[in-house]
């Protein structure tokens, strides 16, 4: 899989490692491989792979991840899956004199 980068330092996301067991759900979960694990708990490896799911905190049996779910680029590309309308993603790509916003821009 590529790397996939959103938008630079806006995701949401929160790890608290004290809440932390090292249970490894995140990484069963993380559909682009945001988490790592180090020798006692997970730990967020690549914040800005993140598009915001919410996976990583609905599974997360010990409440240590945080994340505001359905906004921003996941909730584009959700939405459009699933053929509704409502998500509209934010982010914008430049292409010559061109500002491709939402569908089409980062979102794919």
């Given amino acids: 899989m590529r790397n996939l980068v959103y938008l630079k330092d806006v995701v949401t996301l929160q790890l608290n490692e004290n809440k932390c067991t090292g249970c490894g759900m995140c990484l069963d979960v993380c559909p682009h491989a945001v988490f790592k694990m180090n020798s006692s708990h997970a730990v ?3 914040r800005d792979a993140c598009m915001e799911c919410g996976a990583c905190s609905r599974n997360c049996p010990f409440e240590a991840i945080s994340v505001e779910a359905n906004v921003g ?3 584009a590309v959700l939405y459009s899956m699933l053929g509704q309308e409502g998500g509209a993603c934010s982010c914008s790509i430049e292409s010559g ?7 089409g821009g980062c979102c794919g």
């Fill in 44 to 46: 967020i490896k690549n």
């Fill in 73 to 75: 680029c996941a909730a």
């Fill in 97 to 103: 004199n061109e500002v491709t916003v939402g569908k």
